[in-house]
C-alpha cells in the first residue's frame, strides 16, 4: 500500500527524533535471540574458517548463537542476495569477500548492487596469495620468472580456480605490470587448480597461502612471491611481488556486512565487538596460521576498502576484458 505524502513525511520524522535512550536501549538488547552469518561457499574453505572464527567469537562475547549458514552458488551472488532481502534487524549477516568487489563489474546483471544494498560492519582479516611454479620451471625467483615469460610469450599456463575468482584476478593484474602473456587455464575451484599445477598441467599459479605452504615446504611447489604488500609471516623468506613490480599488490579480504538498513546501533555495538574480538589472543594467534592478519576499524574504514577494491578489479576486468564463460 502506498503512503500518503504527509503521513510518509510523518512517519519519517517521527523515526528521526527518536530519543537516543531508544537507541541505546536497542543496542542493548540486541541480540537476544540466535544471528545467522550467512557464507557463499561451501563449509571448510578459507571464508567458512573466517566466519566460524569470528561467529564463535561473538557467541562468547553476547551470549547467543551466531550461526554459520552456507549457501554457495553463483560465486557468493546467491549468499548475498539472501541478506539483501533479510530484515533489516541485525540477525542476518555476511561473510563479504573479495568476490563482491570482483562481481560488481564481473556480471552484467544482479539482482542487488553490494555497495548500494549492504551495510559495511567491520573488516576481519586480509590475506594474500603466493606466485607459485612447479619445481621442473626453469626459474628460482620472480626476476627470472618475468624473463622466461618474456622470451616464451603465450607459451606459459597460468591456472585458476574460475574465471573471474580472486586468484584469477591476482594473475591477471600481475600479467598487466609485469608485461607479460600468460595463458589462463580456469579450473572448477582451487583444489583442482592446485592438482594441476603438481601434475605439471599447468605451470604457474596464484594460490592461496594456506593451501600451498605444506607443498611449498615439501619443495612439491616453489614459491617465487606473495602478493600482499608486506612479507608473509608463514614464509618470510620469500618476497614480495611489489619488490619487482613497484605498486603491485593483490590481497583477499574478509568482513561482515548487513541489510543497508539495519539500525545504526546494532551495526555499532557489532563493529565494536568484532574489533575487540580482534584483539583477543585466540584470534591473533589463529589469523596468521591460515594465512591472514587481523583488519581492524570502523564501519567507514571497510565502506572505504569495499569501495576501492571494487574499482581497481573493475579495471582489471574491463582492461583484460575479462567474461564469464
Given at each position: ?5 504527509r503521513?510518509?513525511?510523518?512517519l519519517?520524522?517521527?523515526a528521526a527524533?527518536l ?6 536501549a ?10 545467522r552469518?550467512?557464507v557463499?561457499?561451501a563449509a ?6 573466517v566466519?566460524?572464527?569470528?561467529g564463535q567469537?561473538l557467541?562468547?562475547r553476547?551470549?547467543q548463537?551466531f550461526v554459520?549458514?552456507?549457501?554457495p552458488?553463483?560465486?557468493?551472488n546467491?549468499?548475498?542476495?539472501a541478506?539483501?532481502r533479510?530484515?533489516?534487524?541485525g540477525?542476518?549477516?555476511?561473510m563479504?569477500?573479495t ?5 560488481a ?8 548492487n553490494?555497495i548500494?544494498?549492504l551495510?559495511?560492519?567491520a573488516?576481519?582479516m586480509?590475506?594474500?596469495?603466493v606466485v607459485?611454479?612447479h ?10 620468472f618475468?624473463s622466461?615469460?618474456k622470451?616464451?610469450p ?16 591476482a594473475?591477471?593484474?600481475f ?6 602473456n600468460?595463458v589462463?587455464?580456469?579450473y572448477?575451484?582451487?583444489a583442482?587448480?592446485l592438482t ?7 605451470q604457474?599459479?596464484f594460490?592461496?597461502?594456506?593451501a600451498?605452504i605444506?607443498?611449498?615446504r615439501?619443495?612439491k ?9 608486506m612479507?608473509?609471516?608463514l614464509i618470510p623468506?620469500?618476497p ?5 613490480v ?10 561482515v ?8 546501533a546494532?551495526i555499532?555495538?557489532l563493529y565494536k565487538?568484532?574489533n ?5 589472543p585466540k584470534?591473533t ?21 569495499i569501495?576501492d577494491?571494487?574499482?581497481?578489479w573493475g579495471?582489471?576486468i574491463r582492461?583484460?576484458?575479462?567474461r564469464l564463460?
Open positions: 500500500m502506498k503512503l500518503p505524502r503521513r510518509f513525511l510523518h519519517a520524522a517521527g527524533a530519543p537516543s535512550v531508544s537507541r541505546i536497542l543496542a542493548q538488547a540486541y541480540p537476544s535471540r540466535p544471528v552469518i550467512v557463499g561457499f571448510g574453505g578459507a571464508v567458512d574458517i566466519a566460524r572464527l569470528i567469537a557467541s562468547e553476547l551470549g548463537a554459520i549458514e552456507n549457501r552458488g553463483a560465486t557468493t546467491l549468499a548475498t542476495e541478506v539483501v533479510a530484515p533489516a534487524d540477525y542476518t549477516l555476511l563479504a569477500n568476490a563482491a568487489a570482483i562481481n563489474t564481473l556480471y552484467q546483471k544482479l539482482g542487488f553490494f548500494r544494498d551495510a559495511p560492519v573488516a576481519v586480509r590475506g594474500g596469495y607459485e611454479v619445481p621442473s620451471f626453469p626459474s628460482d625467483t620472480l626476476p627470472e618475468v622466461y615469460a622470451a616464451n603465450g607459451k606459459i599456463n597460468m591456472g585458476s580456480s574460475g574465471s573471474g575468482a580472486a586468484d584469477h584476478m594473475g591477471e593484474l600479467k598487466t605490470m609485469a608485461g607479460v600468460l589462463h587455464v580456469p572448477r575451484g582451487a583442482p587448480a594441476g599445477l603438481l601434475g605439471g598441467q599447468v604457474v599459479m594460490g592461496s597461502l594456506p600451498s605444506e607443498y611449498i615439501a619443495g611447489l616453489r614459491g617465487l612471491a606473495v602478493t600482499t604488500a612479507r608473509s609471516d623468506e620469500v614480495t611481488v611489489g619488490e619487482f613497484p605498486g603491485y599488490e593483490a590481497s583477499g579480504w574478509y568482513g556486512c548487513a541489510p543497508r538498513s539495519t539500525p545504526g546494532v555499532d555495538k565487538e568484532i575487540a574480538a580482534l584483539s583477543d584470534l594467534k589463529r589469523l596468521p596460521e591460515i594465512g591472514g592478519s587481523a583488519l581492524p576499524g570502523s564501519p567507514a574504514d571497510f565502506g572505504k576498502l569501495a577494491e571494487t574499482e581497481k579495471k582489471v582492461a583484460a576484458n575479462i564463460e
